[in-house]
T-cell receptor
Framework: GDSVTQMEGPVTLSEEAFLTINCTYT??????LFWYVQYPGEGLQLLLK?????DKGSNKGFEATYRKETTSFHLEKGSVQVSDSAVYFC????????????FGKGTTLSVSS | DAGITQSPRHKVTETGTPVTLRCHQTENHRYMYWYRQDPGHGLRLIHY???????DKGEVSDGYSVSRSKTEDFLLTLESATSSQTSVYFC?????????????FGPGTRLTVT
């Protein structure tokens, strides 16, 4: 079935380091891909998305490119801040109203100063 | 931010008791969802609604029921709570128009069943 696999965490970085969180997916069709972020004690916030192959989503310095050939959607940021510490979820959604997001298990990022 | 509130935000209940969680939206959007979040599982869909009185089951619907009598409210009921239903519950809504295929989440309800 359709699924999302994320790299295991936690990921621990120093401030200003480069971040990559790997995400790969298995899907029978052509889903949209998303990254959500969850700060401690809060709900999930949509960070960025891409709706078709080769699209790049970007927001707040984070980027991810929809790679159909490698079925990947890796999240990157050039210089992380302490405030980026959170749990990051990769997810896919087929473009049909009412369908469920399919989530990866989440990757915890901890950034120290 | 999407106008989604959940109540209560925290609840402790005993095994066998009924529990109802409420999701309220101010966006007047058609689609609403209930997910549960558990360590090692990410989020999984319990039920969703595609309009007033129109609901359907998700991946992990056993032991849960839902109701939607008004566009703005989507209720999740645990008829007889069990310890396996200890979790964090999130409500979500779909956007509209070009944002129809995005989902926005509420702040969550942490439920503990003892």
């Amino acid at each position: 079935g359709d699924s999302v696999t994320q790299m295991e965490g936690p990921v621990t970085l120093s401030e200003e380091a480069f971040l990559t969180i790997n995400c790969t997916y298995t899907a029978t069709g052509y889903p949209s891909l998303f990254w959500y972020v969850q700060y401690p004690g809060e709900g999930l916030q949509l960070l960025l998305k891409a709706t078709k192959a080769d699209d790049k989503g970007s927001n707040k310095g984070f980027e991810a490119t929809y790679r159909k050939e490698t079925t990947s959607f890796h999240l990157e940021k050039g210089s992380v801040q302490v405030s980026d510490s959170a749990v990051y979820f990769c997810a896919l959604l087929f473009n049909q109203a009412g369908t469920a997001l399919i989530f990866g298990k989440g990757t915890t990022l901890s950034v120290s100063s | 931010d999407a106008g989604i509130t959940q109540s209560p935000r925290h609840k402790v209940t005993e095994t066998g008791t009924p529990v109802t969680l409420r999701c309220h939206q101010t966006e007047n959007h058609r689609y609403m969802y209930w997910y549960r979040q558990d360590p090692g599982h990410g989020l999984r869909l319990i039920h969703y609604s595609y309009g007033v009185k129109d609901t359907d089951k998700g991946e992990v619907s056993d032991g849960y029921s839902v109701s939607r009598s008004k566009t703005e409210d989507f209720l999740l009921t645990l008829e007889s709570a069990t310890s396996s239903q200890t979790s964090v519950y999130f409500c979500a809504i779909s956007g509209t128009g070009t944002f129809l295929y995005e989902q926005y989440f509420g702040p969550g309800t942490r439920l503990t069943v003892t």
